[in-house]
């Protein structure tokens, strides 16, 4: 990565009309619009998603987060009465989870909560939710186990009185069809609470199309946490400390890797969550910017300066301004051509963030390591 001394965090901002903010999914996944930056040439083009497959070549890797969201948001009430929402940040064993916690005050340690008590009063069904117990707190989380339900687990009580975690720039209650569209199609692994939301884009038939063209597909693991909502709060970025979630890349998505590179074809990275795997297997190894087999949190923070050591390309969402994750495109398109793109896009009414369109991303070669 190259040196830099400071990074002002007004250099990612820009003025976003509301009413681009996308507060639903479009009826069909592969109706989204595409904007296509090419991170040399600063050139734009304006696409349909369904249009991806001109992009590929035969040999090229597409690399998924299958990591599945999970209804994490509960409410529920404190033995005192007073109401209370809670957001699961992680599912620690069968037994008890990590939250964050929204009350006028804080649940004091081996307090017992109420969740799951807003049960739909015109469903006839009686259901007064379940019991946790607050064993104390891991900065700025809250430590809970269940309560005389043995017979029960995390997973499974969340299933039943949880709710999707709808960013909260999606202002409105979640809805039955959110546990459907705020969920990757091919979602496998339980565990992320906010979408990998490039891969949104995606249906069955588009991927079918893309392997019969000859596109390899490959796994990751990203457990998405709620820290991807959360704002930088430093004037110079370099003082940001990002967010540790769970990653797995595995041995035989390493293995399809080095064949592509090895065969002069890109790995492309389905969304941000997937290069931040990627990219965090490459720089923990053994071996000097060489992807090797990662088990394990990452806090990987990238910003313009990093050079990509595996990704060649990349498909993501539009992001908020001020995010970690617009300064990740910016390292890797170059910030002045991502502020182009933004721009574009704005001007020609893309949809944005989580329920919004789409960008295919070429890098620009200063940012990649050389193959």
């Known amino acids: 990565m190259l040196k830099y001394s400071a990074m002002n965090l007004s250099e990612f901002d820009f003025e976003l009309p509301d009413e681009l903010i996308a507060q ?29 497959p001109e992009l590929l070549q035969p040999g090229d890797l597409l690399v998924f987060n299958n990591t599945r ?22 599912v620690l064993d069968e037994q008890s ?7 006028s005050k804080s649940p004091k340690e081996g307090s017992v909560l109420e969740l799951g008590t807003d049960s739909d009063p015109d469903s006839g069904i009686e ?34 009185f949880g709710h999707m975690p709808l960013p909260p720039y999606v202002e409105r209650a979640d809805e039955k069809t959110d546990l459907q569209r705020y969920q990757t199609v091919y979602a496998k692994e339980k565990g992320a609470v906010a ?13 079918s199309r893309i392997g019969e063209m000859g596109v390899e597909i490959a796994w990751v693991t990203l457990h998405v946490g709620a820290g991807t909502f959360q704002p930088v709060r430093v004037d110079n970025i370099l003082d940001h400390k990002m967010h540790s979630e769970y990653v ?6 390493v293995v399809k890797i080095k064949q592509t590179h090895a065969s002069g074809r890109r790995v492309i990275a389905v969304g941000t969550t997937a ?5 965090s297997a490459s720089l923990f190894g053994k071996e000097k910017d060489i992807i090797e087999e990662f088990h394990g949190d990452t806090d990987i923070f990238i910003y313009p300066g990093y050079r990509f050591k595996t990704v060649d390309a990349m498909v993501t969402n539009f992001h908020l301004p001020e995010s970690t994750l ?33 960008m295919f991303i070429s890098p620009q070669r200063a940012a990649v390591i050389a193959r």
Request: glycine share 8%.
């Open 275 to 279: 290069m931040r795997s990627l990219e």
């Open 127 to 160: 259901d007064l939710g379940f019991k946790v117990r607050m064993l104390g707190r891991q900065g700025d989380l809250f430590h809970l186990q269940l309560i005389d339900e043995k017979e029960q687990t995390v997973f499974g009580l969340l299933d039943r």
């Open 24 to 52: 639903y999914p479009l009826e069909n996944r592969t109706d989204s619009r595409l904007l296509c930056l090419d991170g040399n040439s600063g050139h734009l083009e304006d696409r349909i998603f369904k249009s991806l």
């Open 69 to 90: 969201v999970i209804p994490a948001r509960l409410f529920g009430k404190k033995s005192t009465g007073g109401k209370l929402e809670v957001l699961v940040e992680r």
């Open 97 to 103: 989870f990590l939250a964050q916690i929204r009350a």
């Open 195 to 207: 979408a990998p939301t490039a891969g949104l884009h995606f249906d069955e038939a588009l991927l």
């Open 248 to 253: 797995d890349v595995c041995a035989e998505t």
């Open 326 to 358: 617009i300064m990740l495109i910016s390292a890797f398109a170059g910030l002045d051509n991502v502020k182009k793109a933004y721009q574009h896009a704005i001007s020609e009414k893309y949809r944005f963030f989580s329920y919004g369109d789409a």
